[in-house]
Structure formats: C-alpha cells, structure tokens
C-alpha cells in the first residue's frame, strides 16, 4: 500500500514536471501547416501571410484549398496532413502561376520607395530618389510590388531558364 | 597473378571499338568555350571582344576551386562572349566565349619543369590546378581537388579500364603515349605520397597492355588487366575489382586512401608539370556507322564537332543520331555545331541499325533482369514503379541517388523501358523540390525579421508619441498653474 501510494506520489510528480517544463511552445498543427505552404507570403489566401493562413486553417476558419502559389499539390500535401480528403484549388483565390521574379525596368523607375514596405521579404534595395533594384535570389514572386507602383516600371519575369537549372524529364510514353 | 574481386551486376557489351591511330586536325576557324563547367559551376571571362589571345592564355578564371580555368587552345581575336548551343544534355544556349584563330598558333610561354621530385606536392598540384586539368574520363572533375588527400592515400588508381563501347580514345592514347602516361602517373603519386600505383586496362587489350609494361618496365608501377565487363572502369567498380574495397555510395574512394584518376588525366598531368603546357586539347573518338572514316583526333577543345566529323570524311548517308560520350551513357546532340569540352571523350555518329532502342517502350513485364544487372545493387523496378507514380520519396528510400546512370538496366530491359532516363527526371524532382524548400525558408526568415523589426519600430512610435504627450501635460499642467497664481 505504502509502495504504491510512493510510486503514485512520484509518478504524480513526474506529470507535473513534464507538464511544466516539457509544454509545447504555440500550436504543433499550425507549425506543420505553415511548413507545407510556399512561403510566398503573397496574401492571395486573403490572409496577411503564409501564417496567418496556416493558423486560420487549423482553427478550421480558411478551407486547405486557397493557396495559388501551392497549387494542387499543395492542397493535396495539406489534405494528407489533415487527414481529409483533398479538393481542387479554388480559383477564385487565384490561379497557379509559373514562378517568376519582380523586375524593376531601372530607367523608367522614379526611387519613389512605395513598392519597398509592401514587400514581405526586403527583397527591394532602393531609397528615396534613388533607383531600386530587386534582390532575385530573395524574392518570392509574390506581385505584391506591382500595384503600388507608380510609373508601372515593376515586371514580373518567369525565372530564367539555363541549363545550370535544366532537369531531365521523364519519359513514360 | 593479383587477385581480383568482382563487382555486382554488370553486362558483357559489345565493343566497337575501331583502334585507329591518332590523327592530329587542321585548325578550326573558330573556337567557342562554355562559361559553364560541370553541374553549375560558372566560369568568369577575364577577356574583353576585340582583345587578342595566344595559345594556353587564360580566357576565363574562378575563385571557386570546383570550377577550372580554361585556356584558348589557339591564338587569335575574341570576337564575341554570346550565347551559342552547348554540349549539354538540356540541348540549351548558354554565354560561350568564341575565338576566331588567326592561324599562327602562337604559343604562350609555359613554366616547364623538367624534375618534379625538386618542387614540392603541393606546388605541382597548385601547377595542375592552373593549367587547368580536369578527369578526362567524362566526369570532369577538377583534377587538383582529387589530388588533395584529406586523409593519407596509399594507392593511385590510373583508370584505363574504357568500359563503355565505341570510345576508344584511352587506348589510342596508352598505345601512343605509355611513356608520358607513365610520367604522368609518377608524379601524381609523387602529389598524393601514394605508397602504390596501379594501371588498369581491360583484357581484351594486349597491344595496349604490351606498350605500358615495356614503359614501366624500369618503374615500381603495376601494370593489371580486368576483364572487360561494362562498366568495369567506372571509378567504384574498378576499385572493387582491383582492391576488393567497396566504397559505400555516399563516400569517396579518399575516404578509404584510394585515388583513381583517368590515363588522359595522366597524360595531361605530365604535359602540363613537364612541358609547362595547360590542357587545351584532348583525343577524342569519332565514330559509328554514321562517319565515314572512324577516327581518334587529338583535338583543341573548343573545336566544333561540324570540323571534326569534316576530317573524318563526313557523316554516311543513312546517320540517324549524334551523340556525346558513348552509346551507354552518351547524350544526344540535336546540331553538330556544337563545340567539344574538355569532358568530350567520343562524338558518336549511330545508323538506325545501331541503335538499341528501336520501338516505344512497352510495359514493365517484372522480370527483375535490372536488378541482376545493376552494379549499384539497386532494384530499378521498384525505382521505376515510384517514379512513374511520381512518389519522389519512396524513390529515395530506394537510394535514388545511388543510381549511377550507367544505363545497365536500360540494355537488359525487355521491355526496352528507358529506365535511366526516368530516374535522372526523379532526381532532378527531387533537387527542384529541395532547392524550393530552402527558397521557403529563407523567405519565411525574412519575412519573420522584417516583422520583427517593424514591430519594434512601431513600439519605438508609439514610445516617442506618449512620451511627447506627456511632455505637453506637463507643460499645460504648469501654464495653468501660472495662471491660476
């Protein structure tokens, strides 16, 4: 008896530890949403961000299917993560586009700054009266920077194709 | 007799090989150099249009130790740095820089260094580096960084084993040149301090075999034939044969003391620390049913292939296919107005009778002949299955990456499926796929710092304005408080 209540006590002792001190810092699902979404931080979901959208996903507020940048595979990644049966992509988010990258046509550009805070990733190097120029490697092709452009210097260009990045495809005719 | 071991898999191939002996070419009008090396490493220009080189100048340079620099194999006019057709599989244009020769071949002096044994390993080996060396073997790895033994190498592999039909630009040049090779191969066991070196060629090579052990008769080099099973020269399937050690697929043969390096490797070696010259030129086989007169040239990098077929008579009139490299792991050409590089070993012109494939795949019949012969101890069936259903992962959990493409499988498949092609697109998913997922990191860590910084600076605002706030209070507060006395 004795030795039981002992083993109780510690065992006791042992879950409130492990529930102090082992406690999972945010919500696990919303971290293992946001690492299947592309990042682009695009807001297409309507959400500011790929987080937002993933923590409105799990609290079941968004559906897995508003992610254009995803694409189908993204929806069905999201599906087998959830455990539910997948959808098509709803297009009224958006439709899935080639990657490409932001372009600022230096000539035409009047280093107005306004396509620099919409831009989620500092991918825009310029100051006031100074022409600016996009980072490629760090953009995400989010279109964010087009719109508030004024002179309509900022271009989005599918991401440039040499044979450094070719791939072999498959053949299964 | 040494013992020998036997790698896994394998196929007895036919070899086609023509042993003629090597031509040397007339100058090409023009020469063109890709900025691109292997995978995708860039070379930078360090010429402008206009400016003039000589032979073994340096027209393009990189910091990067992964990447060679590349010498005009003639002297002449850069006329242009554009975009041409290069030897890649993509068959896409990338920025080559183009030479038009001016016929005189005026040679840049070279640094020659008659006694090696006086300079000291790593000088020679800085000396391999700037000439520019590469494995002439196909691979064209930088022949310097090989040559690095982060851990003591006691022996040095000189691959002559030309496994893969048709080339026979190996053989050419051991019959021609065992001297040099041999010379070649002394100093590269002088760089790595190897305790033994060997030579390898296949069996079915005596003339060959003869020139190298009356060259290295006075030399403490082995000379060991292998049998000539395809693909017996690839660099772990000879090491195998010759040492019985299997090098695991993600480790190195400098892991286990092993260095193997190719004969041309060898010879280009002794030119360069001997003669003080930079690798511009290399044997190359042309031949097939599709030339007319098979040859082995010793050709300037950077030649047109159009030049080379020219000296060989032409093509035949019933040529079907070009191909880079051998008829097993060779790339197809879609132009012959393409220029040779330095991994170029064979331009290989096929008549429809001599290609393998001859009718559109057919379905997998699962009779598991891939799997007997692979040499990689995979199961390309169940690769193959995965790929098809585009299950990238499980294809990987039957190392994918493993597969060295030597084409094995495609040769014994029935169903004549082109397997090799199917994981080469696998592979390539798989990298897009990896490279998209460090892309989304990196933007999610942006994106996480710029909020944060944008967070801070919003509280440094509000700071300022509730401190400003308080500043009018106070001021208020005191001004009616004057009043009011």
Redesign the interface.
């Known amino acids: 008896m004795l030795f039981l209540c002992l083993l109780f006590a510690v065992l006791g002792l042992g879950l409130g530890y492990a529930a102090r001190y082992l406690k999972v810092q945010g919500d696990p699902l919303v971290e293992q949403i946001?690492a299947l979404?592309?990042?682009?931080?695009c807001g297409q979901c309507k959400y500011p961000?790929?987080r937002p959208y993933a923590q409105a996903v799990a609290s079941g507020e968004a559906d897995i299917n508003q992610c254009p940048p995803g694409g189908e595979e993204g929806v069905a990644a999201l599906a087998n993560l959830l455990g539910i049966t997948t959808k098509p992509l709803n297009t009224d988010f958006g439709q899935p586009s080639p990657p490409a990258v932001a372009y600022i046509i230096e000539q035409d550009c009047i280093g107005c700054i306004k396509c620099i805070p919409p831009c989620?990733?500092?991918?825009i190097l310029g100051a006031s009266k100074q022409m600016h120029t996009v980072i490629t490697a760090?953009c995400?092709g989010c279109e964010l920077c087009v719109a508030p452009c004024p002179v309509d210097c900022i271009i989005m260009l599918p991401l440039e194709?040499?044979?450094?990045?070719?791939?072999?495809?498959?053949?299964?005719? | 007799m040494i013992k020998q071991w036997k790698f896994p898999g394998g196929v007895v191939l036919d070899g086609h090989k023509q042993l003629a002996d090597i031509s040397e070419p007339t100058l090409p009008p023009e020469l063109t150099y890709p900025l691109?090396q292997r995978?995708?490493y860039?070379v930078e220009p360090v010429v402008k249009p206009g400016q003039r080189v000589l032979k073994g100048e340096v027209i393009a340079n990189s910091q990067n130790p992964l990447a060679t620099p590349v010498h005009a194999a003639s002297s002449g006019v850069i006329t242009a740095i554009a975009s041409r057709l290069?030897a890649?599989?993509?068959g896409?244009s990338?920025t080559c820089i183009i030479i038009q020769t001016d016929g005189l071949d005026t040679v840049c002096p070279g640094n020659p260094c008659p006694n090696y044994q006086l300079e000291t390993p790593a000088e020679l080996r800085h000396k391999t580096a700037l000439a520019g060396i590469v494995g002439l073997g196909g691979a064209a790895f930088p022949t310097a960084v090989k040559l690095k033994n982060r851990l003591p190498t006691h022996t040095l592999i000189i691959n002559g084993a030309e496994c893969e039909p048709y080339i026979s630009c190996d053989i050419s040049l051991i019959q021609a040149n065992a001297q040099q090779i041999i010379q070649g191969a002394l100093i590269m066991q002088y760089i790595l301090q190897a305790e033994r070196c060997i030579i390898a060629i296949e069996n079915t090579m005596p003339v060959a075999h003869q020139a190298l052990l009356s060259a290295a008769s006075e030399v403490d080099i082995q000379i060991i034939t292998v049998p000539a099973i395809y693909p017996t020269g690839g660099e772990k399937q000879l090491i195998e044969v010759l040492t019985g050690v299997k090098i695991p697929a993600k480790a190195l043969p400098a892991d286990h003391g092993l260095v193997c390096q190719n004969v041309g490797t060898a010879y280009a070696v002794y030119q360069a620390i001997c003669l003080g010259l930079p690798l511009t030129d290399r044997i190359i086989t042309l031949t097939g049913k599709g030339i007319k007169y098979p040859k082995n040239i010793r050709a300037r990098i950077g030649t047109p292939i159009k030049h080379l077929v020219e000296l060989c008579g032409g093509y035949t009139p019933d040529v079907q296919r070009l191909i880079m490299g051998g008829s097993m792991m060779g790339i197809a050409l879609s132009t012959d107005d393409i220029a040779v590089i330095k991994a170029t070993n064979c331009v290989l012109a096929m008549t429809s009778s001599e290609l393998s494939v001859n009718q559109?795949?057919m379905p997998c019949i699962r009779c598991g002949d891939c799997a007997t012969v692979c040499p990689a101890e995979l199961l390309p069936q169940q690769l193959y299955w995965h790929?098809?259903s585009k299950q990238f992962e499980q294809c990987q959990d039957y190392q994918l990456f493993n597969c060295i493409e030597c084409g094995c499988c495609d040769i014994v498949c029935p169903s004549q499926i082109?397997l090799v092609?199917?994981f080469?697109?696998?592979?390539?998913?798989l990298?897009?796929k990896e490279k998209?997922a460090a892309?989304?990191?990196?933007?999610?860590k942006?994106?996480q710092?710029?909020k944060q910084r944008r967070g801070k600076e919003e509280q440094e605002k509000l700071g300022k304005a509730e401190k400003r706030q308080a500043m009018i209070d106070k001021m208020k507060s005191a001004a009616t408080n004057r009043k009011t006395v």
Do not use: F, M
Not at chain 2, 439 to 444: E, R, T
């Open positions: 946001d979404l592309p990042q682009t931080q961000g790929c989620p990733v500092d991918a760090e995400t194709h040499n044979p450094s990045q070719w791939q072999w495809a498959a053949n299964n005719d | 691109l995978s995708d860039y290069i890649h599989p993509s896409l990338d559109a795949a790929s098809r082109p092609q199917n080469r697109a696998a592979k390539g998913e990298t897009n998209q892309q989304a990191i990196l933007a999610k942006r994106h710092n710029q």
